[in-house]
């Protein structure tokens, strides 16, 4: 199956901080990418979908201003969580897509924030 | 609003022992169905995708099975091992821009 990327797998970072996350498709060009996030013991929510070259659309609830994505090139997109919160503290993961095909997921993003 | 809902939350048997983890969904007009493997800490492995037309897919000791009209399927793991211990997420994709709606999942323990 093709391969996607996801960097990096773990960080810790003060509150008020910034923390930029990067999810490439190493094998193939993604049209689309999705991001989601999962709190302990729960299920993975869909925050946000990311065509290349356009602006992402965010779930309901989702802050735009704080989860800012980039999907500037067909094989890279990035989630930058901005003024970080302990309340973001979760694991972020994202998967990658080519029309008419399945999506592939990366190895998440697990953020601590202190 | 689609809904998935999978049953039992947690599950421990002794290896070798034959199990099925259940998943249910709201809304019968789904475009696909997918199980993954959640190891902890770590990222989604793709196990088994049934498309709406069929009725199940096999890979190795995994078989998964879907019944569209009841909004339900089963994930049967033959003669399991340690190694498969993990948490088993259901996930359904209602279109093909492949939103996916998640389970909360089953946590899988097998005993040696």
Sequence with gaps: GAVVSQHPSRVICKSGTSVKIECRSLDFQATTMFWYRQFPKQSLMLMATSNEGSKATYEQGVEKDKFLINHASLTLSTLTVTSAHPEDSSFYICSAKVPSAEAFFGQGTRLTVV | ?112
């Design chain 2, 1 to 112: 609003k689609q809904e998935v809902t999978q049953i039992p939350a947690a599950l421990s048997v002794p290896e070798g022992e034959n199990l099925v983890l259940n998943c249910s969904f709201t809304d019968s007009a789904i475009y696909n169905l997918q199980w993954f493997r959640q190891d902890p800490g770590k990222g989604l492995t793709s196990l088994l995708l049934i498309q709406s037309s069929q009725r199940e897919q096999t890979s190795g000791r995994l078989n998964a099975s879907l019944d569209k009209s009841s909004g339900r399927s089963t994930l049967y793991i033959a003669a399991s091992q340690p190694g498969d211990s993990a948490t088993y997420l259901c996930a359904v994709n209602s279109n093909s821009n492949y939103q996916l709606i998640w389970g909360a999942g089953t946590k899988l323990i097998i005993k040696p």
